[in-house]
Each structure stands twice: as structure tokens, then as C-alpha cells.
């Protein structure tokens, strides 16, 4: 998947505009990153790439960058 397209999908299930989402965005930028947003963002990395998230893990998510950052540790890299 390409980076562009899961930063689309990432903020929608944020429920924002794209233009929103930045690497540096961070749960206290983006008021849709919320408890919904969060069940949001489980959900659309299990359907996705069919990744289940520890509590841990999903704690230690503060910016789209850590996101990035999981995915990547887990295998998953996104194209430019």
C-alpha cells in the first residue's frame, strides 16, 4: 500500500480531512483521534493487514509517525 493511500484511509477513520493528517499529527491535534478514533485505527490495521494490536502497543501510538513506525517494525512498509 502506498503511504498516501493509508494516510486517506487513517483519516477517514479519524473522521477529518487528509490535509489533516501529517506525520507529526498526534492524538491532541486531531480532535477525531479519540476513543472512536482509536477503535477506528484497530480496526482499519486488523482489516487492512491483518494485524491484531496488543493494548501496549496501541498505547504507545502518540503521532501517525509511531503508526508509520509500527507497521514498518512489523514488515509492513509503505510505498511513496
Avoid: C, H, Y
Avoid at 493509508?6 to 477513520?13: D, H
Avoid at 501529517?22 to 494485524?51: C, H, K, R, V, Y
Wanted: charged share 20%; no cysteine.
Amino acid at each position: 500500500m502506498k503511504q498516501e493511500e493509508f494516510l486517506v484511509k487513517l483519516a477517514q477513520a479519524f473522521s477529518t480531512q487528509r490535509a489533516q493528517i501529517a506525520l507529526n499529527s498526534t492524538p491532541g491535534s486531531l480532535p477525531g483521534w479519540d476513543s472512536l478514533g482509536s477503535i477506528n485505527l484497530i480496526t482499519l490495521i486488523q482489516d487492512e493487514f491483518d494485524l491484531k494490536l496488543s493494548m501496549d502497543e496501541l498505547a504507545g501510538l502518540n503521532s501517525v509517525a509511531d503508526i508509520v513506525n509500527m507497521l514498518k517494525a512489523k514488515g509492513i512498509e509503505l510505498s511513496a
